[in-house]
């Protein structure tokens, strides 16, 4: 038995055997420095690996090397080899080891690059002629052989900087506002070309004042340059009152009120600064405006029939912009003239800041005592005077971001004697009149790609008006408020745009007040003797929040099509309004084009109509329907013909209620 198992054992002994040696599952690369030299193609290196019954490597040693660094790149790369581990017949992994050559291959050698000359950069200033004011935003195309092979836009400053791989190509400007550009550029390669552009505004060649003439949201709409506001006859130089010059603007009177647009009472139209309504648009007597012209840079007059962007009114707008100080050196200038005097200072303080203020004070006190002639019934115990400022600070981020801060203010006073009650006895004793405001203005504009802008605009500041005659008529208002404005313009495609945002107002109000009932429009004003008085007292919130939205389609760059909505609450009467408008440009050749507009437009009523004492909070919105349609052409290069007929209904107009 013994010797039988003896045998048995030392035959299956025998029999073990490798069925399956270690298989290479994982082959790691060598590194080697970018530096090495390879004395040959391939490179061979003799390794014994050490498989262990996982697959794992457990040592390398170098059999037969070929230097360094071959030789321990080679071992480093194996160390990291992955097996099928060694079989036995048995089926049991155990561990192997084995003999490897690893052949290192040469990098092929690189090809030869071929020399491309280096290409031409393009550095350009585009300004606008006559004026050498630089043109934001406008496309720059280069093109080879008639196609684009890149383009860019202008900078704030009018800059732009185009690299193209070739010695010869050609720039072309698109744009709706100037004419338009395509000059040939020779370079030699890598030459650097500077030049500067003066593009003429869309306009007669022989003018050398311009008016911008945009595509515009309304149909009809007037921007006035300050150059063509300096040498408009009777308005000494002020750019809002050259407004009074325009079609469709009456003048008013001798008060200086706002100023009647299309017929729409004083109080339908709105005055705005840098899209932002301000309380008083003239001094006393509409002498001045109250905010200095050397910093005003345009005037867009929009009669009828105008935007998305505002609201509140149905009558016109008038929008008023500022420039940003010189950019170039510190200038500053001073005006004495037979009413006030002004001083305008401006210039760069650093390479992105930069900043400018005036401010303004009549001597109007000191001449008028003088002229009046003594038997007249009235006396000033302080004659008419008036100043106003305004402080700019302009901070350029960088090419997409621009922060602009305006502070400015106005203040009025007169105190006048009436010796002589004249026809009326409540006009008797002293009329004192004080009215003021300041005001903050923070402008951010920020170009987040080149079809994405956004704008945020926000107001703050404080407003008064102080009012009496002799002792049984009085106005006191203190309003503190703030207004948020921020739009987004958004450039889907070639051929459609969106803009759209909110438009919200908050004031606090004190007012106290005993006057004589105001006569409605159509009434004839009667002695104040004669009518009834208002007396309240007001101390609250009043939050007016409002959107706009608007879509503008461009078919074949001859026919423009912006339909929009406006939609406002009104707290005093605790109404929403919702106004949908419709405007459209179409170009029939570059000499002639037709406009044409249709929309609602609503305001509330006036705060006296609301009051739950004097009046009615269920009142609603004052309403008008306007339509325009105009034409305009060029007959000549130095003769323009502009005709605009427009029609506007008005409804929900308040009335007095006789019966009550």
Do not use: C, M
């Given at each position: 038995m013994n010797t039988s198992a003896d045998a048995?054992?030392?035959?299956?002994?025998?029999?073990?055997?490798?069925?399956?040696?270690?298989?290479?599952?994982?082959?790691i690369a060598v590194e080697l420095p970018k530096s090495t030299v390879y004395p040959s193609k391939e490179i061979p290196v003799r390794l014994k690996i050490v498989v262990t019954a996982t697959g794992s490597v457990q040592t390398v040693d170098v059999l037969q090397g070929f230097g360094e660094p071959f030789d321990s790149a080679a071992r480093m790369a194996a160390m990291k080899f992955e097996f099928e581990p060694g079989v036995l017949n048995t089926g049991q992994t155990v561990p192997v080891t084995i003999n490897y050559e690893y052949r290192i291959l040469a990098p092929p050698p690189p090809k030869p690059k071929k020399e491309v000359p280096p290409p031409v950069t393009?550095?350009?200033?585009?300004?606008?002629?006559?004026?050498?004011?630089?043109?934001?935003?406008?496309?720059?195309?280069?093109?080879i052989d008639g196609k684009t092979v890149t383009s860019t836009l202008t900078n704030s400053r009018g800059q732009f900087s185009i690299v193209v791989d070739s010695k010869s190509f050609r720039i072309r400007t698109k744009s709706l506002f100037f004419e338009k550009m395509n000059l040939e550029i020779n370079g030699e390669p890598g030459e650097t070309i500077e030049e500067k552009y003066f593009l003429?505004?869309?306009?007669s060649k022989y003018e050398t004042i311009v008016r911008a003439r945009a595509v515009r949201r309304e149909v009809v709409a007037r921007t006035l340059s300050r150059e063509e506001i300096n040498r408009a006859p009777g308005t000494a130089g002020?750019?809002?009152?050259?407004?009074a010059n325009l079609p469709g603007v009456a003048r008013n009177a001798f008060d200086g009120g706002p100023p009647v647009l299309r017929g729409s009472a004083p109080g339908d139209s709105g005055i705005f600064l840098?899209?932002?309504?301000?309380?008083?648009?003239?001094?006393?007597g509409g002498l001045r405006s109250t905010f200095n012209s050397a910093f005003l840079e345009e005037v867009n007059f929009v009669p009828g029939n105008f935007g998305p962007e505002f609201g509140r009114s149905i009558g016109g707008i008038i929008d008023v912009r500022v420039r940003n100080p010189a950019e170039d050196l510190f200038r500053g200038s001073v005006d004495v003239n037979v009413y006030d005097a002004s001083l305008v200072l401006e210039g760069p303080v650093s390479e992105n800041v930069t900043m400018g203020g005036a401010f303004r004070r009549s001597y109007i006190d000191s001449v008028l005592p003088a002229v009046i002639p003594d038997e007249a019934p009235i006396s000033f115990n302080t004659a008419p005077r008036f100043?106003?400022?305004?402080?700019?600070?302009?901070?350029?981020?960088?090419?997409?971001?621009d922060l602009r801060f305006i502070w400015f203010g106005s203040r009025?006073?007169?105190?006048?004697?009436?010796?002589?009650?004249?026809?009326?006895?409540?006009i008797r004793g002293a009329l004192q009149t004080n009215v003021g405001f300041h005001k903050v203005l923070m402008i951010y504009s920020s170009k987040i790609s080149s079809r994405v802008r956004q704008s945020v605009n926000i107001i703050t500041g404080i407003q008064n008006l102080d009012f009496e005659l002799g002792e049984a008529i009085n106005f006191n208002l203190d309003n503190q408020n703030i207004n948020l404005r921020n739009t987004w313009d958004i450039k889907l495609s070639d051929w459609?745009?969106?803009?759209?945002?909110?438009?919200?107002?908050?004031?606090?109000?004190?007012?106290?007040?005993?006057?004589?009932?105001?006569?409605?429009?159509?009434?004839?004003?009667v002695p104040l003797s004669t009518t009834q008085s208002l007396s309240n007292t007001i101390d609250g919130d009043l939050i007016n929040p409002g959107a706009f939205a608007e879509l503008k389609f461009t078919f074949f760059d001859d026919l423009i099509i912006v339909p929009s909505v406006r939609t406002d609450y009104y707290e005093a009467i605790d109404e929403f309004t919702v106004d949908p408008r419709l405007l459209a440009q179409y170009k029939l050749n570059k000499d002639f084009q037709f406009n044409f507009g249709l929309g609602s437009y609503q305001q509330q009523p006036e705060y006296d109509e609301s009051d739950d004492v004097y009046g009615s909070r269920l009142l609603l919105p004052e309403r008008s329907i306007q339509t325009s349609l105009g034409m305009q052409s060029r007959l000549f290069d130095f003769l323009e013909f502009d005709l605009t007929g427009f029609y506007k209904t008005l409804d929900r107009q308040v009335v007095r209620n006789l019966a009550a």
């Open positions: 048995q054992t030392n035959t299956s002994t025998q029999a073990l055997f490798l069925a399956q040696p270690p298989k290479l599952k994982k082959l393009l550095k350009g200033t585009v300004l606008q002629r006559g004026k050498r004011i630089p043109i934001e935003a406008i496309e720059i195309f280069a093109e003429l505004a869309i306009g002020d750019t809002l009152k050259a407004v840098e899209t932002q309504e301000i309380p008083q648009i003239y001094h006393f100043y106003d400022y305004q402080f700019i600070t302009r901070w350029k981020i960088d090419d997409k971001q009025d006073k007169l105190t006048l004697l009436f010796d002589d009650p004249q026809a009326d006895p409540q459609l745009a969106t803009r759209f945002g909110i438009d919200a107002e908050y004031s606090r109000v004190q007012l106290n007040l005993n006057v004589p009932q105001p006569p409605k429009e159509g009434e004839n004003p």
